[in-house]
């Protein structure tokens, strides 16, 4: 994809992009490819500096230091477009930029074999108590044990939540033989020889492992507890690695401490410590056959590679052709490039004879509408417009000047 050859775009100052918190080299590359003039600073700004920083700036990329404020928002007139290059955007104030007319983008996807793959892992772990067995020869105790150790092939694998993770740790478990049965709220596509169930009762009763992969909704909350627990068999494993909300911590130690849980693997934590410095106390250190690891389930860099080109190829196809697709607070507009056509973007307020007047000036100006789409969500309407002549700036001007315009751009 390459900025809009058919307008020219490529004959404009590049726009400038500030990418923040030592985002990875692979967005650097694929946004420099673009066009676009990419500034990279290795660490978040303080609030102040930020706002030196973003002046001139039209695409700003942050991780999760970085905490983006209606008034911080405001304070950036020159920005288009904000990239989260990690998974949460919950540092965006989302319907500030909405209203603003600045569309965001993340990368929901981009770790999913991350966590896949370390869910596999550690079922053979807990399997063999190797996390156990680790820290005993760490400290000079040999325990060469077989009892309550076992293959993974031939068990039984319940997977709740069978979305993109859940459905990734599906196929990896079959190549590993182990017979796969899942549980989700709507109905999914049962991969391989997966088998789904009717009730998250009937997963736990059947599984020798049972592991966890929903979003953190009010559903969700605590719905692994001392009735769930229970009802898993007696020596099954629990992993969860989707939120730390979903598993209630004083009822899985009991569980482990009566061995009708024989293990855990645990990577999220309903409270969990904002920076690598801070200390972390849990319930569950110490007890036997428990893995804890501090919310690394999508840490690799492979994963960080991809998070890096995910959203930099979001954020250059609404550069280049004004796409919004998949951006989390933007309504989506996806409209191909029409050769010869002279392409105008319009972000305005949604409210009742927006198109009509945006329609009066374009007649005016005796341009044809050669083709248009527009989206809208409850404060603003997203129209991607192409004109058969060039008369774009006069166009772009009426439009701006309508007072239901937040943003207007031309490519
Ligand atoms: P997804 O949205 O693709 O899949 C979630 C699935 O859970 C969906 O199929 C949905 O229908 C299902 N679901 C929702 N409520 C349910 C319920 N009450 N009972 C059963 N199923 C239910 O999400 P994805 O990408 O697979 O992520 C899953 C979880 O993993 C999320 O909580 C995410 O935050 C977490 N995650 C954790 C990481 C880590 O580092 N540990 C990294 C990436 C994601």
């Not at 104030?93 to 600045?102: F, H, I, V």
Request: proline residues 5%.
């Amino acid at each position: 994809m390459h900025a809009n050859p058919v307008n020219g775009a490529l004959k404009k100052p590049p726009l400038k992009v500030l990418l923040l918190e030592n985002i990875h080299q692979t967005a650097i590359e694929t946004m420099t490819k673009e066009g676009l003039s990419v500034e990279s600073v290795p660490k978040s700004l303080p609030k102040d500096q930020l706002i030196a920083r973003l002046a001139g700036v039209q695409i700003l990329g942050i991780r999760s230091k970085t905490h983006l404020t209606a008034e911080l928002l405001a304070s950036a007139p020159s920005l288009q477009a904000i990239g989260c290059f990690c998974i949460g955007t919950n540092q965006v104030d989302l319907s500030a930029a909405n209203r603003l007319g600045l569309p965001v983008w993340n990368a929901p996807f981009s770790n999913t074999r991350s966590v896949a793959e370390m869910i596999i892992s550690e079922i053979i772990a807990l399997a063999r108590q190797l996390g156990d067995r680790s820290r005993e020869v760490h400290v000079g105790k040999w325990r060469k044990v077989a009892s309550s150790c076992f293959e993974v092939r031939g068990k039984t694998l319940g997977i709740i939540g069978y979305g993109h993770i859940g459905s990734q740790v599906s196929v990896l478990a079959e190549a590993l033989g182990m017979r796969v049965v899942f549980y989700d709220i709507i109905p999914k596509l049962q991969l391989g020889n997966s088998q789904p169930c009717d009730s998250l009762h009937e997963l736990l009763r059947v599984s020798d492992f049972v592991t966890l992969h929903v979003p953190a909704t009010p559903q969700t909350q605590w719905m692994i507890g001392p009735d769930e627990l229970a009802a898993m068999k007696k020596g099954s494993y629990l992993l969860n690695a989707s939120r730390g909300t979903v598993v209630q911590i004083g009822a899985l130690c009991q569980a482990l401490r009566s061995g009708h849980v024989a293990g855990a693997a645990i990577d999220v934590y309903p409270e969990e410590p904002e920076e690598n410095t801070d200390s972390f106390v849990t319930e569950l250190a110490g007890l036997p056959n428990v893995i804890l690891t501090p919310h690394i389930g999508g840490s690799t860099q492979e994963a960080q590679a991809s998070i890096g080109r995910e959203v930099a190829q979001s954020i250059c196809k609404f550069v280049a052709q004004g796409a919004t697709t998949g951006s989390v607070n933007f309504p989506q507009v996806e409209l191909p490039l029409s050769p010869g056509t002279h392409r105008i973007l319009n972000v305005h307020k949604n409210v009742p004879g927006v198109l009509r007047d945006i329609s009066r000036v374009v007649s005016e100006l005796n341009a044809n509408i050669h083709s248009q789409m527009l989206s809208t969500d409850e404060q603003i309407g997203y129209l991607i417009m192409d004109l058969d002549q060039d008369v774009s700036a006069q166009v772009r001007d009426g439009i701006s000047g309508l007072p239901t315009s937040i943003r207007t751009r031309i490519l």
